[in-house]
T-cell receptor, first 114, second 113 residues
């Protein structure tokens, strides 16, 4: 399975600011995914990011709030913009496994917005 | 109605017991089924995946899918304290690269030594 790292691992941010989360994979992957995990709720897909194309966002998530970059096959960033306390969550990067029906997850970024 | 329902627990069992974790789903188009284990302050780790109905065994873990009743189960035999974690079921419709996973909320499991 791929080894995935995320930076930062956690952060405390002020309302109205933005945070960029980095995801690095140790091998080239086509599909990268960004999820949100809020307490007591299911992991929710924010968007799918393919290298060389714009990210595809799920219902309820918009590019202005969660801009994503995918500059190459091993790296992606998710920015949480103009944050509010409701954005406090764990943000997880995921990549498609060698078997397409599986996905592997990074360790997550724990975000607290005050 | 959520597409995947999972009892959040918490569930506490003594060491050595058999653990049964369950999910139900509503969309009959789901074909692939996964179980992820998530330790505290870590990302989800893929534990088991199965295609369509039937059983799959891997060591102390058995994943079971009953598509007729839309029921997914994970059994853990001879449970160990190291099995204490949150277990997430997930489903997927197809084998396409952009198919998203639909998750249950997770069941928090504690194995008591």
């Amino acid at each position: 399975s791929a080894v995935i790292s995320q930076k930062p691992s956690r952060d405390i941010c002020q309302r109205g600011t933005s945070l960029t989360i980095q995801c690095q994979v140790d091998s080239q992957v086509t599909m990268m995914f960004w999820y949100r995990q809020q307490p007591g709720q299911s992991l929710t897909l924010i968007a799918t990011a393919n290298q060389g194309s714009e990210a595809t966002y799920e219902s309820g998530f918009v590019i202005d709030k969660f801009p994503i970059s995918r500059p190459n096959l091993t790296f992606s960033t998710l920015t949480v913009s103009n944050m509010s306390p409701e954005d406090s969550s764990i943000y997880l990067c995921s990549v498609e496994g060698t078997r397409q029906e599986t996905q592997y997850f990074g360790p997550g970024t724990r975000l607290l917005v005050l | 109605q959520k597409e995947v329902e999972q009892d959040p627990g918490p569930l506490s069992v003594p060491e050595g017991a058999i653990v049964s974790l369950n999910c139900t789903y509503s969309n009959s188009a789901f074909q692939y089924f996964m179980w992820y284990r998530q330790y505290s302050r870590k990302g989800p780790e893929l534990l088991m995946y199965t295609y369509s109905s039937g059983n799959k065994e891997d060591g102390r873990f058995t994943a079971q899918v009953d598509k007729s009743s839309k029921y997914i189960s994970l059994f853990i035999r001879d449970s160990q304290p190291s099995d204490s974690a949150t277990y997430l079921c997930a489903t997927r419709r197809g084998n396409f690269g952009n198919e998203k996973l639909t998750f249950g909320t997770g069941t928090r499991l504690t194995i008591i030594p």
